[in-house]
Structure formats: structure tokens, C-alpha cells
């Protein structure tokens, strides 16, 4: 097995929160949105939303090509360097190791979720986010790898990079998508922006070998809901008339933002599509929603969005969290959760480092043997970002929730970050009188974890 990590999957989100920060960049996205006061006409926005195609695999085809075409999931560990089939060929290249060797789902024991899967393993109905053991059912012959986020973020790097030098508004969402102002670079308008797409593909296949997908249209929210359409590797144009024809046919959860409990109630109330929810007067919408969400659905089902492409962003908190082998209990393993715990809080103190923040909001994830999740967390006088404070601030937040049932998966999180040379300015203050500056250790935790 190419299993590398003790625990099913660890996993480091970054949650992003968008800033505008240079004027310059500011400007030229509100000129997009068409609130400029400048004489001259505007030309119309042209959004483009590029996505990755099935991107951790794709990254793995690239050192392992002789699994092309193959079904292939990614999950269930990290890549270790050392694992046996690494060792085993080590001195050979990676694409002669023989298919035959390869680790198969059906082999797989544990409780690793799937990150991705190839376009050949979905044709079984596997994907994103499924266990790696219901997965083996639906596929057996499926290969499995394990993830190697080191290499998906060079790659991520890569291709935007790409994207950078052929339109300098970008939007970083993540590791695998971008948002791109289209609107005054050049090609970006010929073909409602196809002609630039195709080039953005071409690019990018050749700087790493890599395929996605594109949708271009008049904002963000119709954007990304076009990049999906064609997928792998298409191109999606939608223009403001196509509303009808390509965007209200289909399921509300479609639009970014709609998730599974907006769309069940959304389907109590007899709405199944954009085109039911766009029938619903705006009035009715803000009874049912309230004033904020109502307002927003209205829009979205009319494919209004003005929000601009944000150029610069800073994270707003970062997070680790895993999944236990078998649950776990708070008195019963004791010393394993303990150990787990720590672990999580060195993680993230680690990412914080090396990314140069700190945080003032620390927090915890418990999700129970029935699957129910608990989160507590608590703010600080000042940011943190050594992995004792966050432990100590994280083991107060434990206090406070039930501990009497096993557990599946414990997260800790670290938000209100700002950067640490921020954090240095604020420590330099020194505490405000009558607060503490970090949590106290409690004679109550301490033994538990
Ligand atoms: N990912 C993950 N866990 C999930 C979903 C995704 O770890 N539940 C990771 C693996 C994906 C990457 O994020 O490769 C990008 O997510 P996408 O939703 O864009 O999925 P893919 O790029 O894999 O496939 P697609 O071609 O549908 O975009
Ligand atoms: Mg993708």
C-alpha cells in the first residue's frame, strides 16, 4: 500500500477572505461592474471561471502516465517517500513502475475519503467526498494514490501563473480555480471571450501539461456555473440572453452558494429549478428567506452579480482536522487523542508560521460516532501562532463540549488571523488592562487531554 499517514486524511483548508486592497486594482473592477463615472462606454464584463480538470489525479497522471485512461481515486493518506512501492523501484522513473503494482481499492481498509477521482473512475459513480470503502464496492479495480498536496500546490502555482501573464486580473479560489477579468485584454472579447479561452487551455497544457475547463460569461456567479457545463476541457459562453435557455433549466443547486440545506427547503416549498425560483416574486423570496438570503436568491436566479474580481486576498483562518482509523474515545484513549490533539495544534501553528500569520480566534471540530458535529471556539486578547498557545486555547474550547460519546474526526482552527508582523505590533502594545493576554492552564483539561 502507498499509505502514508497514520489517519485517514488529514487535510489543510485555507479559508480565503477577499480584500481589495490596491486602488488601482479596485478601480479597474469597478469599472468592470459598469459603476464607472468615466466617459467612455465600457465594453460589457466578461467573467471567466477556470476550473482543473479532476486536478489531484491529473497531477498524478503526470508522474505515473502509464495509468492514464485507467480508473483512478486519490485519498486515503498522504504520499510518504518511503512507502514500499516507491522503494521498491527507487532508482527507476516513476512511469516504469508497472501498472500490476499499483495499490487497488478493493484492497483498501480504513475510513479515507476520496479527494478526486478520473473522469474514467466517475463513469462507476465515485466521486468527491465518498468513502474509499463504498467506492471499492461501486469500483474494485480502480487504482488508489495517495494525495501529495506539496506537489497539487506547485502545480496550482503553475497554472496561474500561466493565467497571470495573459490577463492580470485574477481571482485565486483555491487550488484548482481561478476567476479571470476577460473584459480589456485582448481576445478577451472576440467570440463572447472563446478565442482567449482556448488560448488560457493551450497555455496552460503547455507549461504543465494539465487540462481544465472554462466558462466565460457576463459575471461570476454565471461564470462558474459555465465552466462546469463541458467538462474536461471545455469551453462554456454564456451571454446575458441565454438566461433562459442554458441557466433556468437547471437544479437551484447549481448556483454557487446554494448548498444541500438551502436546496431541501428550497424543495419543500416546490422549487426545483432557476427557472421556479426566478418565478418567485422577490417579495416572497425575503417572507421565506429573510431579507438578506431572499434578496440574494432573487438575484442569483436572475443571474445578476456585480461582485468584482478581487485581485488580492488574505486568508481568514486555517484549519487542520482528521478522521481517527476507528473512534476514538475522550477517557478511553486518552493518551491517543491527546497525542492527535497536539499533533493538530502543531499543524496548524506550522501553517500559520510558514505562512506568517497569527490568529486570535481559536477553535475546535468534534464530529461524534453518530456523525453529529460540535464546534466551539474562543478569541484571544491577542494573535497566537506557537502551537502551546493554541493548544492551551484549543483544550479550553474542548472543556465545553460533551465528551461522553466516541469520536470520529477532532479539528482545530485558527481564525481572525492577521499577519504577524501586525501580531508583533500588537504584542509591542502589550494587553489592554484587566485582560489576559493568553488562556490560563485549567486543572480540568489538562488531565483529559
Ligand atoms: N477536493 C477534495 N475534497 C473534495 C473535493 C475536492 O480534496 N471533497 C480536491 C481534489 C480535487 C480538487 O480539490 O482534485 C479540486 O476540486 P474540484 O471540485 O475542482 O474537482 P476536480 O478538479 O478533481 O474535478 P473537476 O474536473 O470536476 O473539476
Ligand atoms: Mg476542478
Known amino acids: 500500500m502507498l499509505e502514508g499517514a497514520g489517519f485517514a486524511d488529514w487535510s489543510l483548508s485555507l479559508s480565503q477572505g477577499c480584500l481589495c486592497r490596491s486602488g488601482q486594482r479596485l478601480v479597474a473592477a469597478s469599472t468592470i461592474a459598469g459603476v464607472t463615472d468615466s466617459a467612455e462606454t465600457p465594453l460589457p464584463r466578461r467573467i471567466a471561471h477556470l476550473d482543473m480538470d479532476a486536478f489531484y489525479a491529473s497531477v498524478e497522471l503526470l508522474r505515473y502516465p502509464q495509468l492514464k485512461g ?3 481515486v486519490i485519498g486515503g493518506g498522504r504520499r510518504a517517500p518511503d512507502n514500499a512501492l516507491l522503494q521498491r523501484y527507487a532508482g527507476q522513473p516513476l512511469s516504469a513502475i508497472p501498472v500490476a503494482e499499483f495499490p487497488l481499492l478493493k484492497d483498501y481498509t480504513g475510513r479515507g475519503v476520496i479527494t478526486t477521482a478520473t473522469y474514467a473512475a466517475r463513469q462507476f459513480g465515485i466521486g468527491s467526498a465518498m468513502g474509499l470503502m463504498k467506492a471499492a464496492r461501486l469500483c474494485p479495480q480502480a487504482i488508489l494514490l495517495p494525495v501529495d498536496f506539496a506537489e497539487y500546490r506547485r502545480y496550482s502555482r503553475l497554472f496561474k501563473e500561466v493565467v497571470l501573464s495573459m490577463a492580470p486580473l485574477m481571482e485565486d479560489r483555491g487550488v484548482d480555480e481561478v476567476y479571470i477579468d476577460f473584459t480589456d485584454v485582448p481576445g478577451g472579447q472576440r467570440q463572447g471571450g ?4 482556448r488560448l488560457m487551455q493551450g497555455a496552460i497544457a503547455d507549461a504543465t501539461g494539465l487540462s481544465c475547463s472554462i466558462g466565460v460569461a457576463p459575471n461570476k456567479l454565471l461564470a462558474k456555473m ?17 438566461l433562459q435557455a442554458l441557466i433556468w433549466p437547471l437544479a437551484c443547486r447549481k448556483i454557487n452558494g446554494i448548498g444541500p440545506k438551502s436546496e431541501a427547503k428550497l424543495q419543500a416549498l416546490g422549487i426545483e429549478t432557476i427557472a421556479d425560483l426566478a418565478a418567485r416574486p422577490r ?6 428567506f429573510g431579507k438578506s ?12 452579480d456585480d461582485r468584482p474580481v478581487v485581485t488580492e486576498s488574505e486568508p481568514v483562518s486555517m484549519s487542520r482536522e482528521t478522521t481517527f482509523e476507528r473512534d476514538l474515545h475522550a477517557r478511553e484513549d486518552r493518551e491517543e487523542l491527546g497525542a492527535v490533539f497536539t499533533a493538530l495544534c502543531e499543524q496548524v501553528a506550522a501553517d500559520l508560521q510558514r505562512k506568517g500569520y497569527s490568529g486570535r480566534t481559536i477553535g475546535i471540530k468534534l464530529r461524534y460516532a453518530d456523525f ?3 464546534t466551539r471556539d474562543i478569541t484571544l486578547e491577542l494573535p497566537v501562532a506557537d502551537a502551546a498557545a493554541i493548544r492551551l486555547a484549543a483544550g479550553q474550547c474542548l472543556k465545553r463540549v460533551p465528551l461522553a460519546q466516541r469520536l470520529r474526526l477532532l479539528g482545530v482552527r485558527v481564525g481572525a488571523l492577521v499577519r504577524s508582523g501586525d501580531a508583533q505590533a500588537l504584542l509591542a502594545q502589550g494587553p489592554r488592562p484587566g485582560t489576559r493576554q493568553r488562556p490560563v492552564a485549567d486543572p480540568y483539561t489538562a488531565p483529559l487531554f
Open 226 to 242: 459555465a465552466s462546469e457545463f463541458n467538462k474536461p476541457q471545455g469551453i462554456s459562453i454564456v451571454q446575458a440572453d441565454d
Open 283 to 288: 417579495a416572497w423570496l425575503l417572507q421565506h
Open 372 to 374: 453529529k458535529t460540535a
Open 194 to 197: 472563446r478565442s482567449l479561452a
Open 70 to 72: 485507467l480508473p483512478l
Open 293 to 304: 438570503h431572499g434578496a440574494w436568491l432573487h438575484e442569483a436566479a436572475w443571474g445578476r
